[in-house]
């Protein structure tokens, strides 16, 4: 494939909606191997023992597919329309990050890419092979040497163009194609995404996602720290502090308009998300990434967002959940209770609740 054929190429990825496609080859990013092997070697994965299992494969391109040449490297611009933060300040709402108020970006991603891989294939032959995050592809360090940007000081791709809201995705060919000149780090001497992190998850340009409210919510499996609980305030499904501060986002121009919010997931009450059960959790979630989450973590974190909330009469939202079947939804039932009610109500639900209770996780939170 020759230059004028990936100006082509290139074309038609605008026309199906992407923000940005640029090419790099297959081979392995230099360093990106030995950064992930120190990342795990820290026990920074946390929860997320997928990454260890795939270390190989992640490691580098043809080691997840031998008979690739080029990776072509897309981008679909999420820019919020207003102040995602506004919404942090509303007690009795929840907080979902911007890239889950619509429908699951996976899916609006895989449809474009299958289009192009089609349109490549028809023009060009060879074989092709798709990835939305879904796959061991490391797929920022690719970007960056695509050309889509670079790795900001809160470890996700920043753009010129389209500052810190990006989707990426990926499309592998065993087609020679061109590749283009990768982009240089432009934070400089900005470390504006650093204080702004709540539990302090960024420094030096590293995170810890033990520490940070997007693992938190969303990956870990178990009981949030108790230290932490109280700085995730009302954000029930991410976090987007670190992205929104980002001074690069003033060029992003709004988004490409095929990730809208649905308005139920714009800032969905507290009390609404607590009634719902299984039936209701799948329907509403259907087309959501929070489907993943499930809905026993969905209530922690909701239960956690109460008990941050500094409203008393929240209380009621927790109490009915004090005797849920899900020990990780009582003790955070519980925990929410104890912080918004007077002594002596905290201590008549005890005497209630724990005579019958036989986890310890949840025995703790009565015994604090």
């Known amino acids: 494939m020759d230059a004028a054929d990936k100006a082509r190429l290139k074309a038609e990825a605008a026309r199906l909606g992407f923000a940005e496609a640029r090419v790099t080859t297959a081979s392995a990013v230099p360093g990106a191997a030995e950064a992930l092997a120190t990342y795990l070697a820290e026990g920074r994965h946390g929860d997320m023992g997928w990454m ?6 992640r490691a580098a391109p043809q080691t997840l597919w031998p008979a690739a040449r080029s990776i072509i490297m897309v981008a679909t611009n999420y820019d919020p ?3 995602p933060l506004s919404l942090i300040a509303a007690p009795d709402r929840g907080y979902v990050s911007v890239y889950a108020r619509g429908d699951d970006y996976h899916d609006i991603l895989k449809k474009r890419l299958r289009a192009l891989a089609a349109w490549l294939v028809a023009r060009h032959g060879g074989e092709v092979k798709l ?3 879904t796959a061991p592809v490391m797929e920022k360090p690719l970007a960056e040497r ?3 940007g670079w790795q900001g000081r809160h470890t996700n791709l920043v753009s010129r163009r389209f500052g810190s809201w990006l989707f990426l995705g990926s499309l592998f060919t065993d087609l020679d194609i061109p590749p283009d000149d990768g982009e240089d780090d432009h934070c400089g001497s900005c470390r504006a995404c650093e204080p702004a992190c709540p539990t302090g998850a960024l420094a030096g340009g590293r995170i810890d996602p033990r520490r940070c409210i997007a693992y938190l919510t969303i990956e870990h499996k178990g009981h949030i720290p108790a230290d932490l609980r109280p700085l ?6 991410g976090c987007d502090d670190c992205l929104a501060v980002c001074p690069w986002n003033k060029f992003a121009g709004g988004g490409d308009g095929a990730h809208l919010p649905r308005a139920e997931l714009m800032a969905p009450r507290l009390a609404d998300l607590a009634a719902l059960d299984d039936a209701t959790f ?41 005797g849920h079947a899900q020990p990780l939804v009582r003790a955070m039932a519980a925990w929410a209770v104890r912080r918004l009610l007077p002594e002596a109500e905290r201590q008549t639900l005890a005497r209630r609740h724990r005579h019958a209770e036989s986890d310890p996780a949840v025995l703790a939170e009565w015994d604090y």
């Open 282 to 322: 799948r329907a509403l979630f259907a087309k959501s990434p929070i489907k993943r989450l499930g809905l026993t973590r969905l209530l922690r974190n909701v239960l956690i967002a109460v008990g941050n909330s500094g409203r008393p009469a929240l209380a009621e939202i927790a109490i009915p959940h004090l």
């Open 81 to 83: 329309a207003t102040d």
């Open 52 to 57: 260890a299992e795939t270390e190989a494969r």
């Open 232 to 237: 995730i305030g009302n954000r029930i499904f």
């Open 146 to 148: 695509a050309g889509l």
């Open 131 to 133: 990835f939305v995050d």
